[in-house]
């Protein structure tokens, strides 16, 4: 069955620096994979997809994730983080019938 | 703002009760999902329906059930409340069936809050 494993329930990170969200995947074909964020009392909003082709993704907001079949990850970055990126982070995988398999998420902190 | 509309965003309401939510898709997408967040079992996917018919079945317990209408929008139907029901409880909607998943991203809305007492 299809999974997604995020490993870091919070980070924090400092407004300027950059960032790395991990995400790891379990999935026996070609694999489809999202992240998504959600702001506090808002819906999720894509911030980027992979589907084939080049393994490094830009998405929307600066954000951006490399897909690394070897290691089973598709990880999210942004080199300068804003104070308005403070939200939950999840990566997804897309299963059979379009379902999306979702992380357990990834609070993000942003200090100033 | 995705297009994708949820009513009501708030619920409350007791165990043993039923509640309907409700879901308008974006303008064109066919295909409606409805998911649960819960603080103990994250985002769950439900069940799908695609131009009225039911696509695929996640992890929907059989007091809950869904419908598509002629107009696309669709209705989360909840019965027999229990306090592990409380959860927040997304729709998303796209445009194909699912077969073609390269095409076919999901469009999340805003949620309903659902909190049985």
């Known amino acids: 069955a299809q999974s997604v494993t995020q490993p870091d329930i919070h980070i924090t990170v400092s407004e300027g620096a950059s960032l790395e969200l991990r995400c790891n995947y379990s999935?026996?074909?070609?694999?489809?994979l999202f992240w998504y964020v959600q702001s506090p009392g808002q819906g999720l909003q894509l911030l980027l997809k992979y589907f084939s082709g080049d393994t490094l993704v830009q998405g929307i907001k600066g954000f951006e994730a490399e897909f690394k079949r070897s290691q089973s990850s598709f990880n999210l970055r942004k080199p300068s983080v804003h104070w308005s990126d403070a939200a939950e982070y999840f990566c997804a995988v897309g299963a059979y019938g379009n379902k999306l398999v979702f992380g357990a998420g990834t609070i993000l902190r942003v200090k100033s | 703002d995705s297009g994708v509309t949820q009513t009501p965003k708030h619920l409350i309401t007791a165990t043993g009760q039923r509640v309907t939510l409700r879901c308008s898709p974006r303008?064109?997408?066919?295909?409606v999902y409805w998911y649960q967040q819960s603080l103990d079992q994250g985002l769950q996917f439900l069940i799908q329906y695609y131009n009225g018919e039911e696509r695929a079945k996640g992890n929907i317990l059989e007091r809950f059930s869904a419908q598509q209408f002629p107009d696309l929008h669709s209705e989360l139907n909840l019965s027999s409340l229990e306090l592990g029901d409380s959860a927040l409880y997304f729709c998303a909607s796209s445009v194909g069936s699912g077969l073609e998943i390269a095409s076919d991203t999901q469009y999340f809305g805003p949620g309903t809050r659902l909190t049985v007492l």
């Open positions: 303008s064109g997408d066919l295909s």
């Open positions: 999935y026996g074909a070609t694999p489809y």
